[in-house]
């Protein structure tokens, strides 16, 4: 087996990330739920490239919350980690759960050789919902612009939050040259109103888990507007900061699409009315 400095000397590009433990698992599970497949996350053992507190490890030991482990693979071995998780399909729409770092425009799209009729962030997880031929996604396309999809996201953000059913509008500017969007609690020239619900779900001093409901669907709308009311998500780089993001340790923001509900849809998805489905993320505790 190559030790993971000889992969450096032979410059064998190797990534590494860390995962901190917040339940009851093992070694394998934890690299299974980040993304690997289990054949791959054995093969990390056996090769050493795994450490839990800076101690090579070869064996499936069994790991508590605030344990910590380490990892390093090869570039090539992006490929072989899960992008999604298929949640329903049928021959006009597939429902996936969408992990962070895959492209919903493109790649995603691709995958499916179908066209996504909404948008989430490259690092923001959950259902995302694209079409199989046109006459479906001129329906959803439609559903979306008369609020007949219901979206609902899980946000952990910085601080502690008492939301109960807080409405919140604002206006939102849409910077392209910074590539971001900037909230204002009056009109101002070029802004448009947004609304979100929110409520929270659990808090504690440093953190809260935060319940989004979106009225209006406005890019990084969540973002930008948990970041004003001075609870940035955390692991949000654009809108969070820094000191934040490393204190919890997250490199990817902590916003997740988790329930999609259907009503009032028209031929030919009349049969999915009332339908809801759902996902939670890995990294709210179960």
């Given amino acids: 087996m190559i030790d993971f400095y000889l992969k450096m000397r032979y410059n064998i590009v190797m990534e590494k990330d860390t995962i901190k433990i917040t339940k009851q698992t093992t070694v394998l ?9 289990y054949n791959y996350a054995n093969k990390m053992l056996r090769n050493k490239d795994v450490r839990l507190f800076g101690e090579k ?16 693979y090869t ?6 980690i899960e992008k999604y998780e298929t949640i329903y399909q049928d021959e006009n729409i ?9 492209e919903v425009e493109g790649e995603l799209e691709k995958l499916f050789s179908s066209t996504a009729v909404h948008r989430l962030d490259r690092n923001t997880t959950g259902l995302v919902v694209l079409a199989k031929n046109k006459l479906t996604q001129d329906a ?29 509008k604002a206006f939102l500017l849409k910077d392209a040259k910074a590539s971001l969007v900037k909230i204002f609690d009056k009109k101002v020239k070029g802004s448009v109103e947004v609304t979100t619900i929110f409520n929270t779900i659990s808090s504690n001093p440093s953190s809260s888990i935060v319940e989004c409901t979106l009225i209006t669907g406005k890019t990084h709308q969540i973002r930008a507007s948990l970041a004003f009311l001075g609870h940035a998500i955390i692991g949000d780089g654009k809108y969070g900061k820094n000191e934040d993001n490393k204190k ?3 490199k990817h ?30 990294w709210k505790n179960k």
Avoid: M, R, W
Wanted: aromatic content about 14%; hydrophobic content about 35%.
């Fill in 29 to 37: 599970e934890a690299l299974t739920e980040y993304g690997f497949s």
């Fill in 94 to 102: 597939i429902v996936v759960n969408k992990f962070a770092g895959i």
């Fill in 140 to 168: 959803l396309l439609n559903a979306f612009k008369s609020h007949s999809i219901e979206k609902k996201y899980l946000a952990e953000v910085v601080g502690k939050t008492n939301y109960k059913n807080y409405t919140f």
């Fill in 253 to 282: 923001q902590k916003l997740h699409s988790y329930i999609l509900t259907f009503k009032q849809l028209k031929s030919p998805l009349e049969y999915l009315n009332d339908k809801s489905f759902k996902c939670k993320p890995n």
């Fill in 57 to 72: 490890i070869k064996d499936n030991l069994p790991l508590a919350s605030g344990d910590e482990i380490t990892f390093f």
């Fill in 75 to 80: 570039q090539d071995a992006i490929n072989k």
């Fill in 248 to 250: 919890f340790k997250e």
